[in-house]
């Protein structure tokens, strides 16, 4: 089998992962497997990461000193919360400031899903920062359009086919970059013409596992089993 020979390599949790969870941190401090399901949850189940990415994302951002102990739930659930640099940083994300590296298409969608699913957070703002965002990638691409056309119609016949032909290429990644650009001017027209209802996070447990207390930070991972209920069953 192709994958027993060539082991194909899993994904890394992407940047906006990262930064999602700081915007999940906003509303206040949450334990880790509160942010694991709300990180699905808030993103309509187009972040569904596995739980121990979720917990290994913490660890570093706690690293970082954009995360801290925050005390504990009733039951002993680790909470986290923002530190004042992750505050910013979270700010910032949501204000348009993508993650080095990451795709602007990923992290629009998730910035506009979450920012509509967070109470106290202005989506509008965040609506029209995006939307200004990509008409002006839509015009950059159709501006390269016209600049390729031109060149193209100066160029003489006997010009080499390659050239002609990587000329060629050119044309199609910027008629992706429009095409792009004006997918997503359509569906933020979509999410302006529905109502907007913000709720706040789920308070889920797991169904098994073992609970750590404070001083187990590191172990709460355990308790990441995929069958949950809610905090009052």
Do not use: C
């Not at 000193?65 to 659930?77: F, N, Q």
């Amino acid at each position: 089998m192709l994958g027993e020979a060539f082991p194909i390599p899993q994904p890394e949790v992407h940047m906006a992962v990262r930064d999602a969870l700081l915007a999940l941190l906003t509303v206040g401090p949450a334990y880790g497997f509160q942010l694991h399901g709300g990180l699905a949850t808030r993103t309509g189940g187009r972040r569904s990461i596995n739980v121990g990415q979720t917990y290994a994302t913490l660890e570093r951002l706690q690293k970082q000193g954009l995360v801290e102990p925050a005390g504990t739930t009733d039951d002993g659930l680790p909470l986290y919360g923002l530190t004042s640099a992750g505050a910013t940083a979270a700010r910032s994300w949501l204000e348009g400031t993508d993650a080095a590296g990451a795709d602007p298409w990923d992290e629009a969608l998730d910035r506009v899903l979450i920012a509509r699913s967070l109470p106290g957070v202005d989506a509008d703002a965040v609506l029209v920062a995006e939307r200004g965002r990509w008409t002006r990638r839509r015009d950059a691409a159709s501006d390269s359009d016209e600049r390729s056309t031109v060149t193209a119609a100066g160029t003489s016949s006997d010009e080499p086919a390659p050239a002609e032909g990587e000329r060629a290429l050119v044309s199609l990644v910027t008629a992706a970059e429009r095409s792009r650009a004006v997918a997503m001017l359509g569906w933020l027209d979509e999410v302006s013409a529905q109502e907007r209802i913000p709720f706040p996070p789920r308070a889920e447990r797991p169904r098994r596992g073992r609970r750590p207390g404070a001083a187990s930070v590191s172990a709460e991972p355990s308790e990441a089993i995929d069958a949950v209920q809610p905090a009052d069953a």
